[in-house]
């Protein structure tokens, strides 16, 4: 008497009998994929959306960089982020970033990884603005110890409001010496002391921009 012969289905070349535990696990897995493509899906094709409109923020040569070492970023791509810029109709944008979010779905996974890089190198401070903070801290507290120190200011930053930088420093010293009356008291700076460091970063940031000067603004118009 013949055997009955068994049903299944081939995956790769090899024979997959119904019910047995191969054909369970395929069917796990594809109704898996199944579930995936109704929420999993959805929210990674609304993450993709989001990093082309962040795209449009990119530094220049942080874009030009992405684009030497991936050829998946076409032009396409590229043309479809400057005319995003351009559009100022709510509509019109909205349906230009589902556009993006579209071609942003063709990159592969290491052209996506290496665009949320960017943007996340973009989100640090430069070791320049670092460097800016850090000057502007030892300023505000050699103002503030030192009386010879506002004479050395102003020969780097003689468009100081002398006046009102000596009001500063006066008040932000009596905030401090009210503190140390106080035994016990957590070490509070008041608002003098943000404002001198206000007021001294402002200077010096305008120092950097006329040395500068000759640089192109990062302001990514086309």
């Known amino acids: 008497?013949?055997?009955?012969?068994?049903?299944?289905?081939?995956?790769?070349?090899?024979?997959?009998?119904?019910?047995?535990?191969?054909?369970?696990e395929l069917k796990r897995e594809l109704k898996g994929s199944v579930d995936m493509s109704k929420t999993d899906l959805k929210k990674h094709s609304d993450h993709l959306q989001a990093l082309g409109e962040s795209l449009l923020t990119l530094r220049r040569d942080l874009m030009a960089?992405?684009?030497?070492?991936?050829?998946?970023?076409?032009?396409?791509l590229i043309d479809a982020l400057v005319e995003a810029k351009r559009i100022t109709n709510f509509e019109g944008k909205r349906r230009q970033m589902q556009f993006i979010g579209k071609l942003m779905r063709k990159l592969d996974d290491g052209t996506i990884a290496a665009i949320e890089a960017a943007l996340e190198e973009q989100r640090k401070p430069s070791a320049q603005a670092t460097l800016a903070l850090h000057q502007a801290e030892l300023w505000r507290d050699r103002l503030i110890a030192d009386d010879n120190a506002l004479t050395t200011w102003l020969q780097s930053a003689p468009d100081t409001d002398v006046q009102q930088?000596?009001?500063?420093?006066?008040?932000?010293r009596k905030d401090a010496q009210a503190v140390t009356e106080r035994p016990g008291e957590a070490q509070r700076h008041g608002k003098a002391y943000r404002d001198i460091f206000?007021?001294?970063?402002?200077?010096?940031?305008?120092?950097?921009?006329?040395?500068?000067?000759?640089?192109?603004?990062?302001?990514?118009?086309?």
């Open 1 to 24: 008497m013949s055997r009955k012969p068994t049903k299944g289905y081939y995956v790769r070349g090899q024979f997959v009998a119904e019910g047995s535990e191969l054909d369970l």
């Open 165 to 172: 930088l000596r009001t500063l420093i006066r008040q932000a």
């Open 65 to 76: 960089q992405l684009r030497e070492q991936h050829e998946d970023i076409t032009d396409k």
């Open 198 to 222: 206000q007021m001294v970063r402002t200077a010096l940031s305008r120092d950097d921009e006329t040395a500068d000067g000759d640089t192109e603004p990062e302001d990514n118009h086309e």
